[in-house]
Nanobody
Framework: QLQLAESGGGLVQAGDSLRLSCAAS????????MGWFRQLPGKRTREYLA?????????TYDDSVKGRFVISRDNAKKMVYLQMNSLKAEDTARYFC????????????????WGAGTEVTVSS
């Protein structure tokens, strides 16, 4: 069992940077690939943003955030991060982290565990 808790959201201005954190509890964190997703206002589905493998050596990104967002993890601290730069108003959303068995499964939302999310609001 893995519990995930996101933090770091808030209200920022367009062009600002923000780092989201996802804290995991459970002894098996390093067994999972991790990903970040978001749910836009008024939307029912989550959209994939980024994924990282178990060791942190490989990462993948959706084209919409490639070059602006960076995913990283610290297995010793059981944390995964999303550094978001050059934020835009359209990045306003609820952001979620999720755990998958393999990195390839992250974009496919093959997620075993989800956090509750953290809100990010970007004012223009």
């Amino acid at each position: 069992q893995l519990q995930l808790a996101e933090s770091g959201g808030g209200l920022v201005q367009a062009g600002d940077s923000l780092r989201l954190s996802c804290a995991a509890s459970g002894v098996t964190f390093s067994r999972y690939a991790m990903g970040w997703f978001r749910q836009l206002p008024g939307k029912r589905t989550r959209e994939y943003l980024a994924g990282i493998d178990r060791t942190g050596e490989r990462s993948t990104y959706d084209d919409s955030v490639k070059g602006r967002f960076v995913i990283s993890r610290d297995n010793a601290k059981k944390m995964v991060y999303l550094q978001m730069n050059s934020l835009k108003a359209e990045d306003t959303a609820r952001y979620f982290c999720g755990a998958a068995e393999e990195l390839y499964a992250v974009p496919l939302e093959g997620i075993y565990y989800w956090g509750a999310g953290t809100e990010v609001t970007v004012s223009s």
